[in-house]
């Protein structure tokens, strides 16, 4: 059984931040350079905006059944039957971002670091750590998000320093050249990487606060943070490298930290994606937590025994996690995952609220 105690509004920033802040930092700014170029700084900060949008509807939906979690007050906008299936997919969508974000993940540390070490071994890993963290409540994961927040802000630094070498700011330059166009398609990718809000549909009545506004503004100010990183990031790579350098380098982040010469650490690339490997934790174990408490609502009963879903997950996850190793397979599945994520973060949450104003359900109702 899962004792569910409240988080405080610090906790749930760290724990906002640390779910949105994933593997896609390595990345940045691959997808939006082949739309909006050197803008691309833009586009991500239109996506962190559009991300704020729904951000807002998340919260007026939560804010009308504040004493529950949607997989409890689902049946009251749905019914039950068709709350069961909301319930059922909610689960199913945080078990593909578990599997998306460890595969991701893993390929690029065997890449880069371990790369003899086999594949069943890296997942394994990586799946075990978050069950075993993600199988605690989420008051316990709150606090050790709030422990790896610490880690984050080192690698923060690195990024900074290793960034500020010898780049051309001249390839910032001219802004706008591209058009309002190509900005907002370079935004459709961007909106994708500030997923982690949607935690709010389920933490919303387990965050203590004075007011529910309170609650609002501390995930705002986290994705607030998120746009910040997210442009800093993209500025510091366009920096470093030209519009046509960068897109034929999938993982540009990498590249510049592995050309800086530190006299103190021999590999600084090695070391950050050391590190950064418990901030990506934090993504994985938040959704196997999700994941878990949407599956205990499917039935008629709450199945109570959370430790249990936790672990159960975990071994399908790893179970398909054996055969995706393949690049091209990885890729064509973030295609369909993009794609999943927009449904599951921004319609689905809309269709919810326009039911429950429709119908007039109000809280406690």
């Not at 803008?39 to 704020?52: C, E, F, K, P, Y």
């Not at 919260?59 to 979690?69: E, F, I, T």
């Not at 078990?95 to 460890?102: A, K, Q, R, S, W």
Request: hydrophobic share 55%; with cysteine.
């Amino acid at each position: 059984m899962i004792h569910l105690e409240k988080i405080s509004i610090n906790q749930l920033i760290c724990l906002v931040i640390l779910t949105q802040i994933g593997v896609s930092v390595l990345t940045l700014p691959y997808a939006q350079i082949r739309n909006s170029g050197n803008d691309s700084w833009l586009s991500i900060l239109i996506g962190g905006v559009l991300a704020q949008a729904v951000i807002l509807i998340i919260y007026q939906l939560g804010k009308r059944y504040s004493d529950r979690s949607l997989p409890q007050y689902i049946t009251a906008i749905v019914g039950k039957p068709l709350g069961s299936v909301v319930n059922f997919v909610f689960a199913a969508y945080f078990m593909e971002n578990i599997f998306m974000v460890t595969i991701t993940y893993s390929d690029i540390i065997n890449r880069w670091v371990l790369f003899e070490t086999p594949w069943f071994v890296i997942i394994g890993v990586s799946f075990t750590i978050a069950a075993y963290i993600a199988s605690s409540t989420l008051r316990s994961m709150a606090t050790i998000t709030q422990m790896i927040m610490l880690m984050f802000l080192i690698c923060f630094v690195i990024v900074l320093v290793s960034g500020m070498g010898k780049g051309d700011f001249r390839h910032l330059l001219p802004i706008g050249t591209h058009g309002i166009g190509p900005l907002l398609k370079g935004a459709v990718p961007s909106f994708w990487l500030y997923s982690g809000y949607e935690l709010l549909l389920y933490a919303f009545p387990f965050v203590r606060s004075r007011k529910k506004k309170d609650i609002v503004m501390a995930v705002s100010a986290a994705n607030g943070f998120t746009t910040f990183f997210y442009m800093l990031i993209t500025v510091i790579v366009t920096y470093n490298f030209s519009e046509s350098q960068l897109k034929s380098i999938p993982e540009p982040m990498v590249f510049i930290l592995r050309k800086f010469r530190w006299p103190v650490v021999q590999s600084l690339d090695i070391l950050f994606m050391t590190i950064w490997l418990s901030v990506v934790a934090v993504t994985v174990y938040v959704y196997l937590f999700m994941s878990a408490r949407y599956l205990a609502f499917i039935g008629s009963k709450e199945i109570r025994n959370h430790p249990f879903l936790v672990w159960i997950i975990v071994v399908v996850c790893f179970g398909f996690g054996l055969g995706a190793s393949d690049r091209q397979w990885q890729s064509r599945f973030s295609d369909y995952h993009n794609i999943v994520t927009a449904i599951m973060i921004a319609i689905v949450p809309t269709i919810l609220l326009l039911i429950s104003l429709a119908r007039g359900k109000a809280a406690g109702g």
